[in-house]
Structure formats: structure tokens, C-alpha cells
């Protein structure tokens, strides 16, 4: 069983590995319904986000009669982690409990934590900086990168902390926690695609085929660290930026996310690593010989009515014909697959713009 905002790349990654998944999302768009053996509506919306007073007695009226092997959360949980140890109560939860991630996503106590373990982090307070245009903004427990802003001109507010600004390149890695260390599946390259109200909003990302051993393993031993000291398991991943200084780590993702789609492997299936790893058991993690992007596009303008589109094979998350979009929602996510990440980063951009032509038309 499957609850996230958006649980589609959970689902592919569960039929990947052979399991029936049972999804509750905010969309239950057509890919997810074609992927899942039943699909219902996550309570709530995602102004409000998720209605934690109902959602067990929704997961139970999606399990029905089935007893399911257990229940992944997706995103959307980071900020509900009550929410997460009362589903955990009625089903075998595989992945965090509420108390690791309360730790993890905790500003104050993951920048003590990185102090402690020589992991370098950027400075926090949850103050008002005096040179606040050093300094981006966040929400406590966010996630997604739409909930950042640059600092100058805004004011401290409940939830919200501040985090000096880190100059770089966007790498993620995608790692399993057993409690006690952490494997790395892969690192990724990160980029943002800009909005108005949200200039940090996710992009997309794409697989990297070749990094560094020596700074693969001195950030295997940061996060095995920092998963000893929260109890982390299953897969997660790590934001970091790389400087000119070296790398920062920024913050952890306590659950599976959004670059699951281009680590997954069929031979080599991640979701039955994160189930392994939850449960305390011997896993298998890929190899890759190449490199993978996947990208979201967003509508670039209100379309009154979202047309009919013969989506290509490499594309996702499909928006539905005669659906009325405002700008900034997402339309799609885009895949492709080349010999390098360089390589693949323009194929996939070009993809998109070939794409997009298809709803906005001739903009000029």
C-alpha cells in the first residue's frame, strides 16, 4: 500500500518488483490508476495538505479484504509525523517511523548533529539574519524546494528557519538506511525550474555515471552518521551542494523520492530494497552503465482546456484531457536516457520543449 502526494512513481517501482500496489494520492491521474490494483483519493488537497484525521479510515477502505505487506509513504508526510505513527499502529509501516523523521527534518537538531559528526552544514538560526540577502528561508519539515526563498525581506513566522545561502552545484544522493549505515544508490544532479512565488521549485534531475570514489565514501560515512543517530531506514536521499570549498549537506529526505524514478532498476528492484532494509534484511542495490533524466514540465500559462495528447513512451504524471490548469501546475514528467549526464540533460530539454509546443502552441 502506497500514500504520498503524488504516488505514481511509487506504484511503477512496486509493479517493477512484482507487488499489486494499493495507492492513496491527491491525483490518482490515469498512469497511476493503470499501474495500481485499486486507487482512491488522499484526504485533503494540496493548499491544505493531507487530512490526517481521516486517512487511516481511508487506507482501510482501500486494503479492503487484502492484508498488505506494508505501506510506504511518500511525500507530504515530513511535516504530519503523528499522522505517520497512527498509520503505523494499523499497518506494517515500512520506512520511518515519526520519531526518526522528526529528528531528521528538525533544523536545529540536524545542524547540532552534522556539528557533532564534522559534517559541514550551512549556519542556521530561526531568527532574522542582519544580512538576510546571504540567507535563504524554509519551511521546517518541507520538501520540494517550492516552500524556499531567498531571505531579504522576509520575517520570522511559526515553521519557518533560516539557512545561510550555500553558492553550488545541486547534487542528491539516493541511499538505504538500516538504522545503523547507509548505502548509496546513486548521486544526481539537481536543477530548479524557477516560478515566480517559488524560485527554487523542482526542476528535475539527472543520474550521474561516473563521481568521485573518495567523496562517494566520505558521504556514505556522513549519512551512515546521521542514519545512526536517527534511526533511519529504507531509502532516502541527501541534498548537497558542491563549492568551491568542497560539499555541504543541506538537508535529508526521510522516504523515497523524487529521483526514485531514475535509479529504479527491474533487475535490481529499490522498492524491495526499501522493504528489506525497513525489515531488517539482506538487500541488492543496482549498477548502472549509463545515465537517466527525468523532468517535470509546468504549464507556462493557464490553459482553459487541457487537450487531448498522444503522450510519448518516455513521458508520466499525464494531465487529463479538458482539465483546467492555472499556471505553474505541472502537465507532465518527462524521461530519457543517454551515454552521459551532459548528454541526457539536453536530449531531455529537448524533449520538453518539442512537447510543450503541443499545449502552448506558438507563444512568439
Known amino acids: 500500500m502506497i500514500a504520498a502526494i503524488s504516488g505514481r512513481a511509487l506504484a511503477a517501482a512496486a509493479r517493477r518488483a512484482g507487488y499489486r500496489p494499493l495507492v492513496a494520492d491527491f491525483f490518482c491521474d490515469t498512469d497511476t490508476v493503470a499501474l495500481a490494483e485499486r486507487a482512491t483519493m488522499l484526504p485533503g488537497d494540496l493548499q491544505g495538505g493531507i487530512d490526517g484525521e ?53 533544523p536545529q537538531l540536524l545542524a547540532a548533529d552534522c556539528a557533532e559528526l564534522g559534517i559541514p552544514h550551512p549556519e542556521f538560526r ?53 538504522g545503523e549505515s547507509a548505502d548509496i544508490v546513486g548521486f544526481s544532479q539537481q536543477w530548479a525550474s524557477p516560478a515566480p512565488a517559488a524560485p527554487y521549485r523542482y526542476g528535475g534531475a539527472v543520474r550521474l555515471r561516473r563521481f568521485d570514489r573518495r567523496q562517494a565514501a566520505m558521504i556514505r560515512d556522513w549519512l551512515s552518521g546521521l542514519a545512526r543517530r536517527a534511526g533511519l531506514v529504507g531509502l532516502c536521499s541527501a541534498d548537497l551542494i558542491r563549492g568551491p570549498d568542497g560539499y555541504k549537506l543541506i538537508e535529508i529526505n526521510p522516504r523515497p523520492g523524487a529521483t526514485l524514478d531514475i535509479f529504479d532498476d527491474a533487475d535490481a528492484p529499490l ?84 512537447l510543450q509546443h503541443q499545449w502552448e502552441g506558438d507563444r512568439t
Open 271 to 354: 522498492i524491495e530494497a526499501h522493504l528489506r532494509s525497513a525489515a531488517g534484511r539482506a538487500y541488492h542495490l543496482p549498477r548502472f552503465v549509463d545515465s537517466m533524466a527525468s523532468m517535470v514540465t509546468y504549464a507556462a500559462a493557464p490553459i482553459a482546456q487541457f487537450p487531448s495528447i498522444a503522450w510519448p513512451e518516455w513521458t508520466a504524471d499525464h494531465q487529463s484531457p479538458g482539465t483546467r490548469l492555472i499556471a505553474g501546475d505541472p502537465v507532465c514528467t518527462i524521461f530519457a536516457r543517454g551515454p552521459s549526464a551532459d548528454l541526457t540533460r539536453r536530449l531531455i530539454k529537448a524533449q520538453a520543449s518539442r
Open 126 to 178: 530561526w531568527d532574522r539574519p542582519p544580512d538576510p540577502e546571504n540567507w535563504v528561508v524554509k519551511t521546517a519539515g518541507g520538501a520540494g524546494g517550492a516552500h524556499i526563498r531567498r531571505a531579504a525581506g522576509e520575517t520570522p513566522a511559526t515553521g519557518r528557519y533560516f539557512q545561510r545561502f550555500v553558492a553550488g552545484r545541486s547534487i542528491s544522493a539516493l541511499f538505504v538506511g538500516d
Open 54 to 106: 481521516h486517512i487511516v479510515e481511508t487506507l482501510r477502505r482501500l486494503a479492503g479484504d487484502d492484508q498488505p505487506v506494508a505501506i510506504v509513504l511518500g511525500s507530504g508526510f515530513e511535516r504530519m509525523t503523528e499522522t505517520v505513527d497512527e498509520i503505523a499502529r494499523h499497518f506494517p509501516l515500512a520506512g520511518n517511523s515519526g520519531a526518526a523523521i522528526r529528528r531528521i527534518k528538525n
